[in-house]
């Protein structure tokens, strides 16, 4: 069974910083993609960052870029997400996610970490 | 970046009833490997999303038949035949094209 278990969430002030982690087990962690996706309070889905199986390839979106970083390491079965100069607007619930390993999309999903920026 | 708008944003629908989601891309979805990554999931209240169709019109794992896709290029839809009340919560259209992967802005079914 594919589980993926996000830590790491919490308070932190305007400009601060936090580590969010993802434990992935069930499935051969080395072989997928992996994604941040994140949704505000009463929001929708926003895709944050994906990285390439083997760490090679990482991409962000543009409102990250610059002060977010996607790891993994595939021998612990870990992703991290190095969240730096937060901004208010980056209070949501961030989901770690599978990237599909036969076609280009998502398939299975952490139940998510809340990160709220606030003073 | 490829914008998702979706429509309706809300859609009562009647149990037994069929509901009917629309989204468009502001560009074609089609990849150059020849398919069409455009994906439907479903958020129930209170839990994380769930992908119930990928590649347009295939089903993940476990989903139900009363679910299905369609659709090209930019145009897609996601169709249940017999609304049932655990089918309640948003739902999201998702590309997978190339990065940023957008998502729609959500259609919420509620029961009338």
């Known amino acids: 069974e594919v589980q993926l278990v996000e830590s790491g969430g919490g308070l932190v002030q305007p400009g601060g910083s936090l580590r969010l982690s993802c434990a992935a087990s069930?499935?051969?962690?080395?072989?997928?993609?992996m994604h941040w996706v994140r949704q505000g309070p009463g929001k929708g889905l926003v895709w944050v960052s994906e990285?390439?199986?083997?760490?090679?390839?990482?991409n962000y979106a543009d409102s990250v870029k610059g002060r977010f970083a996607i790891s993994r390491d595939n021998a612990k079965s870990t992703l991290d997400l190095q969240m730096n100069s937060l901004r208010a607007e980056d209070t949501a619930v961030y989901y770690c996610?599978?990237?599909?390993?036969?076609?280009?999309?998502?398939?299975?999903w952490g139940q998510g970490t809340l990160v709220t920026v606030s003073s | 970046d490829i914008v998702m708008t979706q429509t309706p944003l809300s859609s009562p629908v009647t149990l037994g009833q069929p509901a009917s989601i629309s989204c468009r891309s502001s560009?074609?979805?089609?990849?150059?490997?020849?398919?069409?990554?455009l994906s439907w999931l479903q958020q129930r209240p209170g839990q994380p999303p769930r992908l119930l169709i990928y590649k347009i019109s295939s089903r993940f794992s476990g989903v139900p038949d009363r679910f299905s896709g369609s659709g090209a290029g930019t145009d897609f839809t996601l169709k249940i035949s017999r609304v049932e009340a655990e089918d309640v919560g948003v739902y999201y259209c998702m590309h997978g094209t190339q990065p940023p992967h957008t998502f729609g802005q959500g259609t919420k079914l509620e029961i009338k």
């Open positions: 560009q074609s979805l089609l990849h150059s490997d020849g398919n069409t990554y």
């Open positions: 069930g499935f051969t962690f080395s072989s997928h993609w």
């Open positions: 996610v599978r990237g599909t390993s036969a076609w280009k999309g998502v398939d299975f």
């Open positions: 990285i390439h199986p083997d760490g090679s390839i990482t």
